[in-house]
């Protein structure tokens, strides 16, 4: 199972960070992705890394403002967002995938998926 932590009301300009952490496995065989999905809207890419660290991706939108990272060793992956604005705000999952590839798999393609954890961002 998957959790992600870390949400919570920002103002404008500030940062938070998201942690994606698994329970009953390890993280260490996974790549990772960063999805959100505001009221009302399609559920977006964010970031992706994979297995290894060394490959990762970001959405356009995010670009210069979040970091995508994973720890291994605490079983951990996180979002470091930056320079937050009220797009921002979303509820925050993160999905998990058995994936080698350079490029970020499809979103039906994560067989495991977080719950969820609130962003909002004031203006």
Do not use: H
């Amino acid at each position: 199972q998957l959790q992600a932590s870390g949400g919570g009301l920002v103002q404008a300009g500030g940062s938070l960070r998201l942690s994606c952490a698994a329970s009953g496995d390890t993280l260490r065989r996974y790549a990772v992705a960063w999805f959100r999905q505001a009221p009302g809207e399609e559920r977006d890419f964010v970031a992706f890394v994979g297995w290894s660290g060394r490959n990762t991706a970001l959405a356009d939108s995010v670009k210069g403002r979040f970091t995508v990272s994973r720890d291994d060793a605490l079983n951990k992956v996180y979002l470091q967002m930056n320079s937050l604005k009220p797009e921002d705000t979303a509820l925050y999952y993160c999905a998990a995938t058995i994936w080698y590839g350079n490029y970020p798999p499809e979103p039906t393609d994560y067989n495991y998926w977080g719950q969820g954890t609130q962003v909002t961002v004031s203006s």
